[in-house]
């Protein structure tokens, strides 16, 4: 199957710090790979389309500069949340789209970020 | 710009009950559609596609058709399972390089 891994699963950091966000494509190459913020009882908000090897397409309204985005191999992409602020605080999900294969994403199992 | 719309829930049934969960487009183009499941404290896992219209996806029981007439994707199935809560999310394709736009999602809950 393919399988995505997204590290660390949940995480706390005080107002202002930098978090890392790894989404790791376990067993297929992915050129593609989608950033979502999912908030409670809300839907998937599609962030940034990152390519491997460009740089990321951000959604409107998404800051770039506040959301790094790094896809520097075709299985790692990271999502970089900087001075983070309460309002930040969120589910964050990574998919990869295997490379060369049909428009099925296969998801990460998601990130809790909060942010005190 | 393309969206979906799906019946808000939750949605509580007995099990064995009839399911069906309705989702609307709007979409320029031929997209494709989708339905995820996510079961609690699990990510999203593709549970069936169709690509063109008349397809029909499905899997574990779960079937939809997509309907270019009616701009539908209703999930259905005969017989739910206690196993079957989860959230379930409409999905259809973006514009752009296959990102996937979402519907809210609508929680199940299957009661013994």
């Known amino acids: 199957g393919a399988v995505v891994s997204q590290h660390p699963s949940r995480v706390i950091c005080k107002s202002g710090t930098s978090v890392k966000i790894e989404c790791r494509s376990l067993d297929f190459q992915a050129t593609t790979m989608f950033w979502y913020r999912q908030f409670p009882k809300q839907s998937l908000m599609l962030m940034a389309t990152s390519n491997e090897g460009s740089k990321a397409t951000y959604e409107q309204g998404v800051e770039k500069d506040k959301f790094l985005i790094n896809h520097a191999s075709l299985t790692l992409s990271t999502l970089t949340v900087t001075s983070a602020h309460p309002e930040d605080s969120s589910f964050y999900i990574c998919?990869?789209?295997?490379?060369?294969?049909?428009?099925?994403?296969?998801f990460g199992p998601g990130t809790r970020l909060t942010v005190l | 710009g393309n969206s979906v719309t799906q019946m808000e829930g939750p949605v509580t049934l007995s099990e064995e009950a009839f399911l069906t969960i309705n989702c609307t487009y709007t979409?320029?183009?031929?997209?494709?559609l989708f339905w995820y499941v996510q079961y609690p404290g699990e990510g999203l896992q593709l549970l069936l596609k169709?690509?063109?219209?008349?397809d029909k996806g499905s899997n574990k029981g779960f079937e939809a058709t997509y309907r270019k007439e009616t701009t539908s994707f209703h999930l259905e199935k005969g017989s739910v399972q206690v196993s079957d809560s989860a959230v379930y999310f409409c999905?259809?394709?973006?514009?752009?390089?296959?990102?996937?736009?979402f519907g809210k999602g609508t929680k199940l809950s299957v009661k013994p």
């Open positions: 979409a320029t183009g031929y997209p494709s």
């Open positions: 998919s990869a789209r295997r490379s060369g294969g049909p428009d099925t994403q296969y």
């Open positions: 169709a690509t063109k219209a008349d």
């Open positions: 999905a259809l394709t973006g514009r752009s390089q296959g990102n996937l736009i």
